[in-house]
């Protein structure tokens, strides 16, 4: 387990400092070793009234963000007003692949398929084999947008 807190750096602004909980041998925890819990919650409920070894207190937890679908396994989902056409490269079978931005920042290949041409699954079964595939002499998959326009 690990436990990150957000915590106020004056020279660089906002970061995040994370910790490593340890599992002892009886079944305990610990973050430092001066001091365990029997529970994760014993050891929350601690930092939340000691530092004992972290950069602050605990305060509220994060918002978290919604769960991404079931499917996937990162964050690979992008919104689709990220991302802008500048160029149509190309086209085939499929659909098209066009040359943007991503985030006005990045410059992308950007693979536009053609309606009823594959299916959501398909495409996503499709993007996810892809991910994990790195070559010099591939186009590395960055992310994906599966809502339509």
């Not at 387990?1 to 906002?14: A, F, P, V």
């Not at 070894?53 to 509220?60: F, I, N, P, Q």
Request: glycine share 8%; proline share 4%; hydrophobic share 35%.
């Amino acid at each position: 387990y690990s436990l990150s807190i957000r915590d106020l750096d004056h020279n660089t602004g906002e970061g995040v400092k994370h910790y490593r909980i340890r599992n002892m041998d009886n079944g305990g925890f610990y973050i430092t070793a001066k001091i365990s819990f029997s529970s994760l919650k014993e050891l929350v409920q601690h930092h939340v009234r000691e530092t004992d070894g972290l950069c602050t207190k605990l305060g509220k937890p994060c918002q978290s963000r919604a769960p991404q679908k079931p499917w996937w396994q990162d964050e690979w989902e992008i919104p689709r007003e990220s991302l802008k056409l500048l160029r149509r490269l190309g086209a085939g079978q499929f659909g098209e692949v066009w040359m943007g931005e991503y985030n006005n920042d990045r410059e992308v290949a950007i693979k536009k398929l053609k309606m009823g041409t594959m299916s959501v699954e398909a495409f996503l079964a499709e993007a996810n084999m892809m991910k994990n595939l790195q070559h010099p002499r591939l186009v590395r998959l960055f992310a994906v947008v599966t809502q339509e326009p």
